[in-house]
């Protein structure tokens, strides 16, 4: 299962770096802008009726479902892209693909307990988590290549067959996987607030959604929006944004490499706390690196950081949350991640107009220390 996802990754993050860069290209600032929150707002609205519906019809019928329905999308994008490659076509694909992805995305979530239960879970969630650094360096060079030759069709094209690939992997996986008992009626708007109600009954999930919505916050604009504008301005190329992202997931790569052989013997504090620290400094430190080679080395020492830092943070907040409502727990904590995407790009973006760029980074370094520090309460907080 794992395998499957991380093929499809590969084509992700090769169509994000291809689709950002087709923004910068037919709109600037502003394209930019918009691709973004066409693409995380609805992947942030979906994502509350996404672990609800995966409570009630369970993860299996959702995640073939929704990878299938994106297969279907990038195909015909494909062809629409190749006809005529505008903004308002990629707005289209970005906000239908992000419904999609919303909807799925708390199943996964929901079926990796299933598979590694117990303490096998930290080791799981890193493994996972490689996966996911692997699928940038793959995928970041390649999508900056194709967009360099202006074949947008061809990186959609290639990601509908790695979407393909991950939906017979799911397939297989999950067969056997029941669909849950028929439960008692209740509004799928009341369900989507089971996550928010099981953060109102626990402290230390409260501490853990702050801590992953603080580092979230502070990363998402950075490197979705704000390295491809300082990296244009800079006269650096689509080339250097490939590379800092490849050198951020090849950091991330090995922590979470170690993780997924030593995590469980690591100290929390270290993988939680530590790292942390770490990740927010180097947010901090991106900002003023004067070069393509410092920003790739800062961005490994951040991703190596990170690698730790996310499966810690998943692993206690699943080991924390009800079995029966953990689609809706999870995708609440995914609203920590991804949903925070639609407002760091609104706010430091509208921010960077007016102080510029660079001023803004470090606003957002400066801010992401809220991370560790909620971190350091949530494992003072009872279990």
């Keep these: 299962m794992i395998g499957g996802q991380g093929i499809s990754l590969v084509g992700d993050n090769m169509l994000t770096i291809a689709l950002t860069w087709s923004a910068v290209r037919l709109g600037g600032p502003g394209a930019v802008t918009l691709l973004m929150l066409c693409s995380t707002i609805p992947k942030a609205l979906m994502l509350i009726f996404g672990g609800a519906v995966a409570d009630l019809v ?49 199943s996964f979530g929901t079926v990796l307990p299933k ?14 988590s490689m996966v996911t650094r692997l ?17 947008l069709w061809m990186a959609m094209a290639v990601v509908a067959v790695t979407c393909s690939a991950s939906f017979g992997c799911l397939f297989h996986v999950t067969r056997g996987m029941v669909r849950p008992a028929a439960p008692v009626r209740t509004g799928l708007l009341r369900r989507s607030l089971d996550g928010v109600r099981v953060l109102a009954v626990s402290r230390r999930l409260r501490w853990l959604f702050v801590a992953a919505f603080a580092l979230d916050f502070c990363f998402g604009w950075p490197m979705l929006a704000a390295l491809p504008l300082l990296a244009d301005s800079r006269g650096w190329g689509v080339g ?16 979470t490499g170690l993780g997924a ?14 790292s942390g620290v770490v990740l927010a400094g180097g947010v901090l430190v991106m900002a003023l ?3 393509v080679f410092a920003l790739a080395v800062t961005a490994y020492a951040t991703g190596v950081a990170s ?16 079995p029966d409502r953990m689609g809706a727990a999870m995708a609440t904590l995914a609203l920590a991640g991804i949903g925070t995407t639609p407002f760091s790009v609104a706010l430091f973006g509208s921010l960077a107009l007016a102080v510029g760029v660079q001023a803004t980074w470090l606003v957002c370094g400066v801010l992401a220390f809220a991370g560790p520090v909620a971190a350091v309460l949530a494992l003072r907080s009872p279990e």
């Design 261 to 274: 052989l030593f995590g469980h013997r690591l100290p929390l504090v270290v993988r939680l706390v530590v």
């Design 240 to 255: 250097a944004v490939g590379a800092v992202i490849a050198a951020f997931s090849a950091g991330a790569l090995t922590s």
């Design 58 to 106: 369970g993860p299996r019928f959702m995640l073939l479902r929704t990878t299938s329905g994106r297969v279907a999308l990038l195909a015909a994008g494909a062809v629409a892209v190749g006809l005529a490659e505008s903004v308002p076509v990629l707005a289209v694909i970005a906000v239908v693909e992000g419904v999609l992805v919303g909807l799925g995305g708390p």
């Design 135 to 151: 699928a940038p360096i793959a995928g970041a060079p390649l999508g900056a290549w194709l967009i360099a030759t202006g074949q």
């Design 307 to 322: 690698g730790f830092n996310g499966p810690a943070i998943v692993s206690l907040y699943q080991a924390a949350a009800p």
């Design 289 to 291: 690196t004067p070069t």
């Design 115 to 128: 598979l590694a239960p117990g303490n096998d879970l930290v080791r799981a969630n890193s493994l996972y």
